[in-house]
């Protein structure tokens, strides 16, 4: 079965960037809508952004100008650049298909914090 890997969290000042990544193995990726959802603690999991797989994509409302996402078809790969990092960003940030079709990861911490 399919596993993601989600990787590049980490501790960060507010103001702050962080670049995240996310690996599809097998042939699923290159015909797939992914996406990028994040979940703090005691809250629901959200939608974050959205890449097709010709790379039109979307993001949050909420995030947009901050947030950017991207796909390496060649590596199976979807990134998520977040900028301008605030205390409200901090949560576990997972990728799956936009469909919610693979098994959830263990997904990365993202901690804004000073």
């Known amino acids: 079965q399919v596993q993601v890997v989600e990787s590049g969290g980490d501790l960060v000042q507010p103001g702050g960037s962080l670049t995240l990544s996310c690996v599809v193995p097998g042939t699923i990726f290159t015909s797939k809508t992914m996406a990028w959802y994040r979940q703090a603690s005691g809250k629901e999991r959200e939608w974050v952004a959205l890449?097709?797989?010709?790379?039109?994509?979307n993001v949050a409302s909420a995030l947009r100008g901050r947030f950017t996402i991207s796909r390496d078809n060649a590596k199976n790969i979807v990134y998520l650049r977040m900028d301008g990092l605030k205390s409200e960003d901090t949560a576990v940030y997972y990728c799956?298909?936009?469909?919610?079709?693979?098994?959830w990861g263990q997904g990365t911490q993202v901690t804004v914090s000073s």
């Open positions: 799956n298909t936009a469909d919610d079709q693979l098994p």
């Open positions: 890449i097709g797989t010709s790379g039109l994509h």
